[in-house]
């Protein structure tokens, strides 16, 4: 069978980490791939380079610097409002939510009731909205995880039936910080922090690799995707990452999914499925069948108290999962910023959940409105522990 293509593509988050590799696929298959649109925060220069770059006319800053974002041979659009009017456009065939944060989910909800195909990088948008997401996918494959521990399970699960999952094992490489003590962890700083030893991402995810907050986050992204109970998914550390995720079957064989680590392989097999691109004729690399490691051992919860608190969110639902994305980007700031220790994002999200007084979120909006005030009780909170030390 022959697919359609080029098919057209509407990057939101086309200046990040996840953009970036979204980009290159797109180079190096301009047969396959056509970019429509393009969307970042308030990156208007580097928005114009990748414009330029792939003859984009359609862009959108959803929060520009200065009011002056109208340029003729453009046609440029503001607002978080217009992602929803460039996911649902009759020139997108697929879209690629590779932005941070939550401003994007109602657009999301757009392109998935526009029967649009849509790859996801973003993990907020399920940990957040999973209830009001996950319903409105029309067909199977419709919605592709990119995060590479679930594009490895959805791959392991090409052509399995749910039901037959006895567990699902999502792998960490660990990060700088998974042979430290308890008294080392008092001690990191963001320099530390932000020297992840597998991955090069943005900020934000590779502090969550570090605190393994990023795992216990993407164990709640791994229950909305697979409709999975807490009891049937894990993580475990894998320091060499080259197994992405794994998956028991209940008659014990296990599948599991292998590559080097390089995000632009999960990205392309989301972009182009059913097909598979030939990477290798450009040159990507394959782990020799020599260094092929198969080590595993269980995260240490008493290290790493972040990976608990986020199963636990996960686990109760309701309002936790958002008051842990709200809460969560506060203190990252805040450590980032060094006004708390590494030691303390846990502690003050901890406290976000003791202090939170009020009901489950019965709509998407409530579930927004959460992050928020996760972000406003966390932001507190900082600002008393900078008083107290
Ligand atoms: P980056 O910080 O590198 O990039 C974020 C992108 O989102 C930029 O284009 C940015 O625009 C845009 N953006 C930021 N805030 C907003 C907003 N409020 N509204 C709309 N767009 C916004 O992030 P990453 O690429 O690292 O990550 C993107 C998402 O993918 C995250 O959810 C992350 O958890 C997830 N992810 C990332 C992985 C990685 O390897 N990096 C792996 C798996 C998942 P601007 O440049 O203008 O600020
Ligand atoms: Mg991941």
Redesign the pocket.
Known sequence: MKFKRPIRIAL????????SSVLDICSKFPEHFKISAL?????EK?LIEIAKKFKVKKLCL??PITESFNLPEYDCMVG?ESLSEIVSDNDVDHVVF????V??IKALQIALKNNKDVSL????SLVVAGPWVMPLIKRPNQLRP???EHNAIWQCLRSDPHSEIEKIYLTASGGPFRDYSIQQMEKVTPKQALNHPV?K?????TIDSASLMNKGIECIEAMQLFNLSVDKVDALIHPKSQVHGMVLFNDGTMKMLMSQAD?RIPTASALAWPERLNLLNKNFELIPLSEYDLNFKEIDKKLFPCFQLALDAGAAGGAYPALLVGADESVVNGFLKGQIPFIAIPKIIESVFSKWQGSIPSTLEDAIALVDEGKRIACTLIQNWRNNN
């Open positions: 939101i988050g086309a200046t990040g980490s996840i953009g969307t970042a925060c308030s990156n580097k959803t929060n978080v590779a932005s941070s944060g401003s994007a990088a973003n993990k907020e990119i995060d590479s991955w991402m943005g900020a934000k995810v995000m």
